[in-house]
T-cell receptor, first 113, second 113 residues
Framework: DQQVKQNSPSLSVQEGRISILNCDYT??????FLWYKKYPAEGPTFLIS?????DKNEDGRFTVFLNKSAKHLSLHIVPSQPGDSAVYFC????????????FGGGTRLMVKP | DGGITQSPKYLFRKEGQNVTLSCEQN?????MYWYRQDPGQGLRLIYY???????QKGDIAEGYSVSREKKESFPLTVTSAQKNPTAFYLC????????????FGSGTRLTVV
C-alpha cells in the first residue's frame, strides 16, 4: 500500500510559467513533508520542507502548500526555468516513524525553453 | 567538507557474482540507508541502519546484505541471489530525518553483463 503517491509521472511546462507538482498521502500520522529534486545519474538533493503546523512554506521560486484535511501537498515553481527539469520526489515522515522517510514515486518535470 | 560518498559510480557484474557497493559519510550521522531506483520508478528501501552494529530489512531486502561495523560506513553487497540487480543504487544518511530529511550520495549504477 503506497502511503505517499505522486499521481502524475510527468509534467511539461513552458519556461517562465508556473509548475505545480502534486503529492497525496494516506497516513494521518505524517506531520513533516519534504521535496527532493533529482537529476539523472545523481542523488536526490533536498529542496524544501514543511511541517504540519504550517500550510505554506516559501523559498525563493519554490513554495510548498499543505492541505492537511485533504492529505495533499503541492510544490509550486515560479517562474519555471529549463534547469528545473528533473525528477521531483515528495517524502513524508512521522515523529514516531523510527527515522524513516516514505517517498512518492516521483514526477518528471520538463521545462521547455 | 562533510558529505556522503558512494563508489564506484559505475559497476559491471557478471551473472552469478557478488559485488559490494561502498557508502561512506563524514557527517557524523547515526542513520544510514540504501535505496534502489529502477528506470521510471521511485525509490525503494533495501536496508537501513539506525546505529552501529544494527540494521533492518527494508521493502526489498532479498538478495542483498549489509554491514554496519563503523558509523561512517554502510556497504551493500548485491548477491547472486538478487534476480534483477541492474539498477541505480542510492545511499543516504541522516541525523534526524524528521527534522532534516536525508543526505544522499551520488549513486552507483550497477549493470549485470
Amino acid at each position: 500500500d503506497q502511503q505517499v503517491k505522486q499521481n502524475s509521472p510527468s509534467l511539461s511546462v513552458q519556461e517562465g510559467r508556473i509548475s505545480i507538482l502534486n503529492c497525496d498521502y494516506t497516513n494521518s500520522m505524517f506531520d513533516y513533508f519534504l521535496w527532493y529534486k533529482k537529476y539523472p545519474a545523481e542523488g536526490p538533493t533536498f529542496l524544501i520542507s514543511i511541517s504540519s503546523i504550517k500550510d505554506k512554506n516559501e523559498d525563493g521560486r519554490f513554495t510548498v502548500f499543505l492541505n492537511k484535511s485533504a492529505k495533499h501537498l503541492s510544490l509550486h515553481i515560479v517562474p519555471s526555468q529549463p534547469g528545473d527539469s528533473a525528477v521531483y520526489f515528495c517524502a513524508a515522515s512521522a515523529n514516531n516513524a523510527g527515522n524513516m522517510l516514505t517517498f512518492g514515486g516521483g514526477t518528471r518535470l520538463m521545462v521547455k525553453p | 567538507d562533510g558529505g556522503i560518498t558512494q563508489s564506484p559510480k559505475y559497476l559491471f557484474r557478471k551473472e552469478g557474482q557478488n559485488v559490494t557497493l561502498s557508502c561512506e559519510q563524514n557527517l557524523n550521522h547515526d542513520a544510514m540507508y540504501w535505496y534502489r531506483q529502477d528506470p521510471g520508478q521511485g525509490l525503494r528501501l533495501i536496508y537501513y541502519s539506525q546505529i552501529v552494529n544494527d540494521f533492518q530489512k527494508g521493502d526489498i531486502a532479498e538478495g542483498y546484505s549489509v554491514s554496519r561495523e563503523k558509523k561512517e560506513s554502510f556497504p551493500l553487497t548485491v548477491t547472486s541471489a538478487q534476480k534483477n540487480p541492474t539498477a541505480f543504487y542510492l545511499c543516504a544518511s541522516s541525523k534526524d530525518p524528521y527534522r532534516y530529511g536525508y543526505t544522499f550520495g551520488s549513486g552507483t549504477r550497477l549493470t549485470v553483463v
